[in-house]
């Protein structure tokens, strides 16, 4: 994950997302594929300057995550760090917004603007930031995907004059997704709600000669080509 946020970070047309994702897709050596780019791209510390507070929320995934920030360079807060056997009901889900007050309470004293919050098992996140007024913004899977369709095509490399590209969303996803893509030429396409729609819409068009580059629930899962299926 590191990797790919140097990739992200790099800003050459030799070394873009699209290409790191192409390559170990169709590599029978993903691990060779990975150990190339970390070579060509070296190291790096992008997010230099950024502070975040990551809610764990009691799981590792959190852990994870600031550890993953800390290497490209920002500086991590963990909330909640301990890790507990966690049965019935939690807190490890940010799609309910109440869930979000303790991250929202430690941006608050600590003056830090980002944070981050994920679910159990990890696959699911909302990108909390507070306004220089106090308000916050929470955004969820679909919610990024439409912020991060710019950045892919100008800068990751998914240029639609080149591929067929095409984005998937689940009906519940925000429309600002069909909007977006609009501009660049990208289709969207709609699935019914579940990760096995939004994965078997991308098969499909994966077959039919398509790069889907993300694609997003409105429930807070997110994929990129180039971080796989999970």
Do not use: C
Request: net charge negative.
């Amino acid at each position: 994950v590191s990797l790919i946020g140097r990739v992200a970070a790099s800003g050459t047309r030799s070394q873009t997302l699209a290409e790191l994702a192409s390559q170990w897709e169709t590599s029978p050596d993903a691990l060779q594929v990975l150990t190339e780019w970390e070579q060509r791209v070296g190291e790096g510390r992008p997010l230099a300057g950024v502070d975040v507070v990551v809610d764990a929320a009691h799981t590792p995934n959190g852990r994870l995550a600031a550890e993953i920030f800390t290497s490209l360079g920002a500086t991590a807060e963990v909330l909640d760090g301990d890790v507990w056997d966690i049965e019935g009901e939690h807190r490890a889900d940010p799609s309910r917004m109440e869930n979000l007050e303790p991250l929202k309470a430690r941006m608050t004293a600590t003056g830090k603007s980002l944070g981050i919050a994920f679910d159990l098992d990890g696959d699911r996140l909302a990108v909390v930031i507070r306004q220089p007024d106090g308000q916050f913004l929470v955004l969820y899977a679909d919610d990024l995907m439409a912020a991060l369709i710019p950045f892919l095509v100008e800068q990751g490399g998914y240029d639609p004059k080149r591929m067929k590209l095409a984005l998937v969303r689940d009906v519940l996803g925000s429309t600002a997704i069909d909007d977006v893509a609009a501009r660049f030429g990208i289709e969207v396409y709609e699935t019914d709600t579940g990760y096995v729609y939004v994965k078997a819409k991308t098969q499909e068009l994966k077959r039919k000669g398509y790069t889907v580059p993300i694609r997003s629930e409105s429930s807070g899962h997110g994929w990129l080509q180039v971080t796989g299926e999970y």
